[in-house]
């Protein structure tokens, strides 16, 4: 039962326009979401979080928006550039402090 | 110099080998957590250690068992490999906070491929 789900396995964006990629999830316990970035022959990264207190949190060209009624979060890139092409894990968290994560969204940007 | 590596990075081997793989951290963080990465469903949580004398299992930790040697080791082994642990593993990290405060950002290693013939 995936707790979390990244419906969308790729994404393809031309460069400079926007990428969305989105999760939604099913545990309404989960309290804080982060967003990980994962290049080849490499381990994940951590991008963004945001706590279920707010509604959106903003770093740089990422924002990271939470609606918590209807389970489901999103990931904005403005403007998109080539070295944002990898795969996107979001993970979800509840008091346990463990990470929950979805199946991962492949990102391609186009030059 | 990385903080989190894991040795090592790629394995081969065959049905019924026992497996170790490794985990060195020197980012002094109690909590190390062990993944596994498989197509289409995403990483997937075997064993997790809040500090040196905890050890917990996670989502899908049967065929697999682990060691904490020391703050800074957390080793994965495979008693016995089939062929459906082959798979891409990661090992994490993260830390208490400040004042025993949330923290969630955990910090990977490069993965280990290891596949089971």
């Known amino acids: 039962d995936q707790q979390v789900k990244q419906n969308s396995p790729s994404l393809s964006v031309q460069e400079g326009r926007i990428s969305i990629l989105n999760c939604d999830y099913t545990?309404?316990?989960?309290?804080?979401f982060l967003w990980y970035k994962k290049y080849p022959a490499e381990g994940p990264t951590f991008l963004i979080s945001?706590?279920?207190?707010?509604d959106k949190n903003e770093d740089g060209r990422f924002t990271v928006f939470l609606n918590k009624s209807a389970k489901h979060l999103s990931l904005h890139i403005v403007p998109s550039q080539p070295g944002d092409s990898a795969v996107y894990f979001c993970a979800a968290s509840d008091s346990s402090q463990k990470l929950v994560f979805g199946q991962g969204t492949r990102l391609t940007i186009n030059p | 110099d990385a903080d989190v590596t894991q040795t090592p990075r790629n394995r081969i081997t065959k049905t019924g080998k026992r497996i170790m793989l490794e985990c060195s951290q020197t980012?002094?963080?109690?909590?190390m957590y062990w993944y596994r990465q498989d197509p289409g469903l995403g990483l997937r949580l075997i064993y997790y250690?809040?500090?040196?004398?905890?050890?917990n299992k996670g989502e899908i930790s049967d065929g697999y068992s682990v060691s904490r040697q020391a703050q800074a080791k957390f080793s994965l082994s495979l008693e016995s490999a089939i062929p459906n642990q082959t798979a891409l593993y990661f090992c994490?990290?993260?830390?208490?906070?400040?004042?025993?405060?949330?923290?969630?950002?955990?910090?990977f290693g490069p993965g280990t491929r290891l596949t089971v013939l």
């Open positions: 980012k002094g963080h109690d909590r």
């Open positions: 994490a990290t993260s830390d208490l906070g400040l004042a025993g405060g949330r923290i969630n950002e955990q910090f």
């Open positions: 945001i706590s279920s207190i707010k």
């Open positions: 545990n309404s316990m989960f309290d804080y």
């Open positions: 250690s809040f500090d040196v004398k905890d050890i």
